[in-house]
C-alpha cells in the first residue's frame, strides 16, 4: 500500500486553491453589489458634516484591539435639516464634511457612501477571479498533457 504523493500530484482535490480564489472573488464582487447597487438604489448623494463619532473598539482572533468610529451627520434636505448616524465605520474628524446617501422617501435614513470602496471590491473580486481562471485553465491544461 503506497501512500506516498508523488512529485507533482495534489492531494485531495485537485482544484482546491482554484475553489478558494474563487469563493473569495464572489464574495468580494457580491459585496460590491450589494453596497453600490443594491443598498444605495434609490438613495441620492449629498454633502453632511461630523457632529460627533462613537467609538467601538473591538478585538480580533490574534487579541488585536482596533477602534472603528461611527460618525454622526447633519445633512439637509429640501430645507430641512437632518441628523443621522451611519451604519459603517467612517471618518472621525468632529466637523470634516463628506459624502453620505440619504433615501428622498425618507430623508431621515441615512448611510454613508464611498465609491472607493466599491470599486475595491470589484477590483480585488476581478483580479481573484482572475487568477482563479488562469489557475483552472493552467491545471486543466496539465492534465490534459500528462495523458
Do not use: W
Amino acid at each position: 500500500m503506497d501512500s506516498e504523493i508523488k512529485e507533482g500530484e495534489k492531494s485531495g482535490s485537485k482544484y482546491g486553491i482554484e475553489i478558494i480564489l474563487l469563493l473569495f472573488a464572489l464574495v468580494a464582487l457580491a459585496v460590491g453589489v450589494y453596497f453600490g447597487f443594491i443598498k444605495s438604489s434609490g438613495y441620492v448623494k449629498t454633502k453632511g458634516i461630523i457632529l460627533s463619532v462613537r467609538a467601538e473598539e473591538r478585538t480580533d482572533n490574534e487579541h488585536h484591539t482596533y477602534t472603528d468610529y461611527y460618525p454622526t451627520v447633519k445633512y439637509t434636505v429640501d430645507g430641512k435639516e437632518y441628523t443621522g448616524a451611519l451604519d459603517l465605520p467612517g471618518p472621525n474628524a468632529i466637523g470634516a464634511e463628506i459624502d453620505i446617501q440619504y433615501d428622498p422617501a425618507e430623508p431621515s435614513k441615512v448611510h454613508s457612501y464611498s465609491p472607493k470602496s466599491v470599486i475595491a471590491c470589484f477590483v480585488v473580486g476581478g483580479l481573484l477571479l482572475l487568477l482563479a481562471i488562469i489557475l483552472f485553465v493552467r491545471g486543466a491544461r496539465a492534465q490534459e498533457s500528462e495523458k
